[in-house]
């Protein structure tokens, strides 16, 4: 359920004026005071804000507070600034009614903060997306460009607006944003060139020089210093609280999302290091032969770099500052310019630049803002202008500042009276008379176009003749002496002859805002604004684009020879457009109050508001509103609130809400005079009446409480009992069924253990008459048994011992097999044929089968180890198979020559270089290579020689040479013999009547005998179709030696005979070989 809340909630002081009661200046001020200190800052007359400037940063504009206001009614929460935009807003979304929001109030009293708190609620409530965010983005980022080139320090404020802004918000039908414009009003441009004690110039310099980087200054030839300026005051460059260098980069951003190009920003910035410059641009006199003097610049430096920045030529400025052309008539007439003159015209430079880039960066920004859709737009104008203000000295820009406060005053009495008096008319409710003091008659000493100031001024500076600020007050000192706003020293009004107060130069107004002493001096030369014509043609022969559109009047092409308007007459008719403007739309007013002038938190002065809320006439505001009735709302929401003080409309009225109204207010007896029905609304005359239907109100929601809570309490203590009464009965039924539960679980067990007795005693007397019934069986069976046994035993005696022991025979022998062959198996020996390892022979009986099964297992790893061989293997094998078959129980050496491998190649005859000769004559393989002893037939000694052996045939050759020394083809060799001993001798036999067998046979010894007979055995054997060579092994051979048979005998010798055999020739026939012993 939707709370209804309303302004009259939780109330400090009163938070709507028209409630005070008593209603005088004190009273008011008190009540400003007491909220003030509450931290409230707003208060509302009807439906006039007025907002106190709190100087420091309240919790109040968070996004929690926009939605809390959101489609709120205006009286609905406490005063708040979101009130009165949300029902701006709301009304021009809903009703299609433009509307303006006019924020009045002295310079620092929070007008622009007040215009930006409107905007950016605004920006919050209304429609969302992409293009719609942009363009809120584009209107919010606008502010902070404007105020940097606008805004300056000021003794007021540190931000003070130096022009007026009004912004046109511009809404589509679903109040959607689509765009803005925004008007400026008169920049205080004298600014530029002097600032008051205290003051700064306008915050862009300071910005530009303290946040650019170093860069961009060398780009714009300025220097981080400000002292080296002459236009930027120093007494307050720097402003505790503002951060230039932040600004500065907060401006350069807003600038890129309004929509501004990298090089306009750039050209902006160079107009503003060109009017730094300018003011650097000092001029000295030099004497002309006419006695005049005449100016020129003092150090061109600051003139030439002002000139290279915006592409001048340097000549031509330098003579604008020294000649003034008058154009008169057909006739150009030159006239040289004094000092200063030439100071004049370069600040008049400057303060035309600047005011004119201002002007400019308005319309660029109006250029990007504008609305796209060219649909009829709803229209939102936010009013910001320059505050009401007096300073110690008051000129030509106070002046004008002053006459649009007041006009903005007299448009609020106009309106706020106008819409009073609608409201009563649209109510049908009857309007009374009140007494106000009208500002009118001030706006019309100041703006009537007979004799108002403004006018005078135009007559006096448009005259010919000499003209001076002085004839200008003379002039007014005439025309207006009698006017009672008007005070002059030197005025027929004789009462101001003797006020020390007002000095001869100087005259004074009294304003609805009090009392403002203006010094007349530079008001004819500001109202007339004049630039040298030289010097806009200077600035228009620039080839800087933005400052050729600057100065359009410098075209020689269009030179317009009539004088242009002045600066009071613009201003003039720019507000008499604004105030048009104004009232065509539904006004709403934001007066602002600045509570002290220290710009201070928490200090609330009495003196400065009472001031404030005299001059912007706040009093009589309230007595407006209080004319007729203090207080009106409408039926709903009065019914509403008061419901509750009548038996017939609490706690439903079920009818119109005016006739519930009418019922109430009957029944609680407030006097017919007291309040009028109007159409929709009820109208309260005396808040007192208010107050005491709040006062009531207050009293029966106390009541109302109190029965609330009564019954509340009674329904909590009622649903407590009945938990308590639910809750026993369960507690009651748990234990019941528990103690029953135990009492049958007891009984349950008793009853199982007689059961159990009882079943057991039974049991035993079953199972003992069992036992005995079994027992008797079981003694039948077993004399059954017997008896049978007996009998069996009886007859089956005689078959059963004729088999029985074959039988068992024949199980043993299978079993004691089955155990043998199983243990053959665990005991295996090794797959090597050299392993001779078998496992012992169990029993005798099986000795035969336990031979042959090792001789077949032998055999078996034989053939598995054969299968491995490679073919050489296999060959030195098949070779040692052979010298077995002839050797083997033959010949002694033989059993030693097993464990040799046969080698073959003795000598490496190959790799020997020693034997490449012999090697080279030899052109078969050779098989066998090897040093053999020749046995000398004479004597019996042994000669070494090379022995080689090929398929074909062997050759002897000699060791030392490798000399052959015979090659004998194996078909030649006939036989071979060796003795049965242990010796190395064999001898070569040869076929009779060979070509080999010349010389004879040979008698060689060698220690590879077996592997060479072997060898020469295998090679006759496979070479040549020849037959097998015979190996003769006895102990006693013959040999040819030539024609002589010899014969070589062999005999075993003692151990003195050495280790190895010796070989001695006996006789002619005989040689002795004695063969050491076998060991
Ligand atoms: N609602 C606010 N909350 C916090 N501070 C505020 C508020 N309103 C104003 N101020 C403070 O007061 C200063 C002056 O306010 P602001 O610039 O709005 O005055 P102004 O009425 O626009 O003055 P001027 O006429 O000189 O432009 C601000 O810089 C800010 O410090
Ligand atoms: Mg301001």
Not at 449 to 471: F, H, K, S
Not at 508 to 535: P, T
């Given at each position: ?37 509450h ?63 006019l924020?009045t ?15 950016s ?17 584009q ?25 007026g ?43 530009l ?122 006739e ?53 202008i ?24 007299q ?8 819409e ?19 500002n ?22 448009l005259?010919?003749?000499?003209v001076?600020d ?31 107060s ?78 048009r ?102 109208f ?20 109302l ?9 009674g ?216 040093v ?16 080689l ?19 004998v ?41 077996i ?60 040689l ?8």
């Amino acid at each position: 359920m939707e709370v209804k809340t309303s302004l009259l909630d939780n109330m400090i002081g009163v938070g709507d004026m028209v409630l005070l009661e008593p209603l005088n200046e004190d009273s008011f001020i008190e009540n400003l005071r007491k909220r003030f200190d509450h931290n409230e800052i707003y208060t509302y007359i009807g439906s006039v804000v007025i907002s106190m400037n709190p100087y420091r940063s309240l919790p109040i504009f968070t996004p929690e507070k926009v939605e809390e206001y959101r489609n709120r009614n205006f009286y609905e929460l406490s005063p708040h600034i979101y009130a009165l935009a949300d029902e701006a807003y709301r009304s021009l979304r809903d009703q299609d009614k433009d509307q303006c929001i006019l924020i009045t109030g002295e310079s620092g009293a929070g007008k622009t903060e007040a215009s930006k708190l409107v905007m950016s609620y605004v920006a919050a409530v209304c429609g969302k997306g992409q293009e719609v965010n942009k363009v809120k983005e584009q209107l919010l980022q606008s502010n902070p460009v404007l105020e940097a080139f606008g805004n300056a320090k000021t003794v007021r404020n540190d931000n003070s607006s130096r022009f007026g802004k009004y912004m046109d918000i511009e809404f589509d039908f679903k109040g959607d944003p689509l765009g803005g414009v925004i008007s400026n009003y008169l920049l205080e441009k004298s600014r530029v060139c002097k600032q008051p004690r205290g003051e700064r110039n306008f915050h862009i310099f300071y910005q530009l020089l303290s946040g650019a980087s170093g860069d961009t200054l060398t780009k714009l030839k300025l220097d981080r210093d400000f002292s080296k300026y002459n236009y930027l005051s120093l007494d307050s460059a720097t402003v505790s609280g503002l951060d230039d260098a932040a600004s500065f980069r907060t401006v350069r951003n807003a600038m890129q999302i309004v929509g501004f190009m990298e090089d306009e920003v750039q050209s902006v910035l160079e107009l503003v290091a060109a009017v730094l410059k300018l003011g650097n641009i000092e001029f000295k006199p030099e004497s002309r032969v006419n006695g005049f003097d005449e100016s020129r610049v003092k150090d061109k430096n600051d003139l030439k770099e002002m000139c290279e920045l915006l592409g001048i030529e340097q000549s031509v400025l330098e003579r604008a500052f020294s000649y003034r052309t008058v154009e008169a008539k057909m006739e150009k007439v030159s006239t040289t310019l004094n000092v200063a003159q030439a100071y004049y015209a370069r600040d008049a430079l400057a303060k035309n630049l600047y005011s004119r880039l201002f002007s400019w960066l308005v319309t660029r920004i109006n250029e990007s803002i504008k609305a796209q859709a060219k649909t009829r737009h709803k229209v939102m104008g936010v009013l910001d202008i320059y505050g009401f203000e007096i300073f110690e000295d008051n000129s030509f820009e106070q002046f004008i500042i002053n006459y649009c406060n007041e006009k903005l005053q007299q448009i609020f009495i106009e309106l706020t009276l106008r819409e009073e008096q609608e409201e009563y008319v649209r109510e049908g409710i009857e309007w009374t008379n009140i007494e106000y003091f009208n500002n009118a008659v001030i706006c019309d000493l100041i703006e009537n176009n007979q004799n108002g100031i403004l006018a005078m001024l135009d007559e006096e500076c448009l005259r010919p003749g000499t003209v001076t600020d002085d004839t200008f007050l003379d002039k007014l000192n005439t025309i207006c002496a009698e006017h009672q706003h008007f005070e002059s020293r030197l005025s027929k009004n004789s009462k101001f002859l003797t006020d020390h107060s007002l000095p001869h130069s100087c005259f004074r107004i009294q304003h609805y805002a009090g009392k403002v002493l203006y010094r007349v001096e530079g008001f004819v030369d500001k109202n007339n604004d004049l630039l040298y014509r030289d010097l806009s043609q200077a600035m228009y022969k620039a080839t800087h684009s933005l400052m050729r559109q600057l100065f359009p009047e410098g075209n020689p092409a269009k030179v317009n020879l009539k004088r242009p308007p002045t600066a009071g007459f613009q201003f003039k008719a720019s507000v008499g457009g604004l105030m048009r403007n104004l009232q065509t739309k539904n006004p709403n007013y934001i007066r602002c109050i600045k509570p002290n002038d220290k710009k201070a938190s928490h200090i609330f002065t009495d003196s400065l508001v009472c001031h404030q809320v005299r001059y912007l006439g706040l009093m009589e505001n309230v007595r407006v509103r209080r004319a007729g009735y203090a207080f009106r709302q409408p039926y709903e929401p009065c019914l509403e609130r008061y419901k509750m003080l009548c038996r017939q409309t609490w706690p439903h009225w079920r009818g119109p809400a005016r006739d519930g109204v009418e019922v109430l207010l009957i029944d609680c007896s407030v006097p017919a005079e007291e309040f009028a029905y109007g159409r929709s609304k009820i109208f309260i005359r005396n808040p007192r009446t208010l107050f005491t239907l709040e006062e009531r109100r207050r009293a029966c929601l106390q009541d109302l409480a109190t029965l609330i809570q009564k019954i509340y309490r009674g329904w909590k203590c009622r649903t407590h009992f009945i938990l308590l009464k639910k809750s026993q009965v369960v507690v009651a039924a748990w234990y019941r069924r528990y103690a029953q539960q135990k009492k049958y679980e007891k009984i349950k067990r008793a009853t199982l253990v007689m059961q159990s007795f009882t079943r057991g005693w039974k049991a035993r007397k079953i199972l003992r008459q069992l036992k005995y019934e079994k027992r008797c069986k079981e003694a039948v069976t077993t004399i059954a048994a017997y008896w049978h046994g007996t009998e069996v035993r009886r007859e089956y005696r005689k078959f059963f011992r004729a088999n029985a022991g074959k039988k068992i025979y024949c199980f043993i022998i299978q079993r004691i097999m089955q155990k043998y062959f199983l243990g053959l198996k665990t005991t295996m020996p090794s797959m090597s044929p050299i392993d001779n390892t078998w496992s012992a022979q169990p029993y005798s009986f099986l000795e035969g089968a336990h031979t042959e099964l090792r001789r077949i297992f032998h055999f078996w790893r034989c053939k598995k180890h054969r299968g491995q061989f490679t073919e050489e293997k296999k060959a030195v094998y098949e070779e040692k198979l052979e010298a077995s078959e002839i050797f083997k129980d033959k010949k002694a050496l033989y059993p030693s020559s097993v464990s040799q491998p046969f080698k073959g190649d003795y000598l490496e005859i190959q790799k020997n270089p020693k034997y490449q000769k012999l090697n080279s004559a030899v052109e078969e393989k050779v098989l066998l290579a090897d040093v053999v002893n020749k046995i000398n037939r004479a004597n019996g000694k042994g000669s070494p020689r090379l022995f080689l052996l090929t398929k074909s045939n062997f050759v002897l050759a000699d060791q030392k040479t490798g000399q052959v020394k015979a090659s004998v083809p194996l078909p030649d060799l006939t036989s071979v013999s060796v003795s049965t001993q242990s010796d190395g001798f064999f001898a070569l036999k040869l076929k009779e009547g060979s070509a080999s067998a010349a010389k004879g046979d040979f008698l060689l010894s060698s220690e590879h005998l077996i592997e060479i007979i072997t060898k020469l055995h295998r090679t006759g054997t496979t070479a040549a179709d020849k037959d097998q060579i015979n190996i003769d092994i006895s102990d006693e051979f013959l040999v040819q030696f030539k024609q002589d048979k010899v014969c070589v005998k062999f005999i075993q010798g003692g151990p003195k005979n050495g280790t190895s055999a010796a070989c001695k020739r006996k006789n002619n026939r005989l040689l002795e070989v004695s063969v050491p012993s076998s060991p």
